[in-house]
């Protein structure tokens, strides 16, 4: 307990993340950067729970970065949210089990839209994953609790994936400190574009 847990806890979480780089599928990984790339309409992000914050996270980043992208709330989605979503959007469903019933719950509907789905979790077979355009494997060894249970150290690693997606798009555009203080342009991030820090 006391200090020794903390330590382990984030050691733990920071050694799944690192693991992440060798393991995981930098093709797919590519194709999702691809994917949003060449998206004409927007970007959706959907999840429940912790992933729910995973992909509330995601969409900030790729809003600030000037992605077309929002979050998709599951419950609001069956009854009626879908109807924002156009043939060719990316809607990006990110749930670690791949079988959350709320999500896979539209996927049909997503299908007759004709969305392009990417599922992100740990099961390639899973309901989400054999419903998917493109699955992201993003898959870790273990949760740093005691149950194995608390989604932290597999939230973080697919917040790392997203993130790098979200960086290799910003590189990939020239994305311009001026165009980051058009959306960033209060807080301390603000801040320091207005005056050429970084």
């Not at 984030?10 to 993340?17: L, R, W």
């Not at 999500?103 to 004709?114: I, Q, R, T, W």
Request: aromatic content about 4%; hydrophobic content about 45%; glycine content about 10%.
């Amino acid at each position: 307990m006391g200090k020794d847990t903390l330590r382990r806890v984030i050691e733990a979480e920071a050694e799944q993340v690192a693991r992440l780089a060798q393991t995981i599928d930098y093709e797919a990984l590519g194709k999702l950067r691809d994917l949003i790339a060449g998206c004409e309409g927007s970007v959706f992000i959907t999840g429940c729970g912790t992933s729910a914050m995973a992909a509330r996270k995601a969409v900030h980043t790729l809003s600030v970065i000037g992605q077309r992208a929002f979050y998709l709330n599951p419950s609001d989605a069956v009854h009626g949210e879908l109807g924002v979503v156009r043939a060719g959007d990316v809607v990006i469903v990110i749930s670690k089990g791949g079988a959350t019933a709320e999500l896979v719950k539209f996927l049909p509907n997503l299908a007759e839209k004709g969305a392009i789905v990417v599922g992100v979790g740990e099961h390639p077979e899973s309901p989400i994953g054999q419903a998917s355009d493109l699955f992201l494997r993003v898959e870790i060894e273990r949760e740093p609790d005691p149950f194995n249970m608390l989604a932290t150290a597999s939230t973080l690693a697919v917040i790392a994936a997203l993130d790098a997606v979200a960086i290799d798009l910003m590189e990939g555009e020239a994305f311009s400190r001026e165009a980051f203080l058009e959306n960033h342009p209060s807080g301390d991030v603000g801040e320091r574009l207005a005056q050429g820090r970084e």
